[in-house]
């Protein structure tokens, strides 16, 4: 069964341009050193029922735009379309975080999401070695081709970290990828991550970011955050 491990009742940040809530799922299949939800990773949050947001929802209709599902992976397991079928049958826009291990899932939810943000951890040869983990690729691929045919909007996102990403990470990206929105995240330190060695790790230097969306704007609409 997949758990709800955090629920932020307001973000101006998690769902462009709207005013949303976020909703935290336990569980992840990667392992990114970098990453920066590890009680979410290894499901050690407090747990928060699904009912309980449901209940948190039925009072903001009409103060919410939208529901962002995010985690860990919320497509780890097949209540998210349930959950969020619920949720859009409310009003709300809904939006899905996904690393794209689960394609599946991934287009059974399709047809309840008005936004995806997928995060694209690396370029494919290197794919394994950044999230942790051994990474079906084929199941990435499939997740990015459901994603630039389903007619919803979407971005890709990567978060840069030092000693991970380089300007030929960036090439390769482009060349996999070949369109759509596209956004750079520089690596902010949060003090507590999956690997403990990037808790004080620091990102890259501004000049050096630009150096990345010189690359990228080659391909795709470019938007950086974190910088």
Not at 17 to 26: E, R, T
Not at 86 to 96: A, D
Request: proline share 3%; with cysteine; net charge negative.
């Amino acid at each position: 069964m997949q758990t709800i491990g955090g629920f932020q009742r307001s973000t101006l940040i998690d769902y462009p341009g709207k005013v949303a809530c976020s909703v935290f799922f336990n569980g992840c299949n990667f392992k990114c050193g970098f990453c920066h939800n590890p009680f979410l990773i290894f499901n050690s949050s407090e747990l928060i029922s699904k009912e309980e947001v449901l209940k948190f929802l039925d009072k903001r209709v009409g103060l919410l735009d939208g529901v962002v599902l995010s985690g860990g992976e919320p497509c780890m397991f097949s209540e998210v379309v349930d959950f969020a079928a619920k949720v859009k049958e409310k009003g709300f826009l809904v939006k899905l975080d996904t690393n794209g291990a689960f394609p599946d899932v991934l287009e059974r939810v399709l047809p309840y999401l008005d936004y995806i943000a997928m995060d694209i951890k690396s370029s494919l040869e290197s794919y394994s070695k950044v999230c942790g983990v051994g990474v079906n690729l084929e199941n990435v691929k499939k997740s990015v081709s459901l994603i630039q045919e389903s007619g919803v909007e979407y971005e890709f996102r990567t978060t840069v970290v030092p000693g991970l990403f380089d300007v030929c990470e960036m090439k390769k990206i482009c060349e996999w990828l070949g369109k759509g929105k596209y956004v750079i995240q520089g690596f902010v330190s949060k003090g507590e991550h999956v690997d403990p060695s990037f808790n004080s790790k620091r990102g890259f230097r501004e000049e050096e970011i630009k150096e990345f969306v010189k690359v990228a704007e080659e391909c795709f609409s470019v938007e950086v955050r974190n910088v």
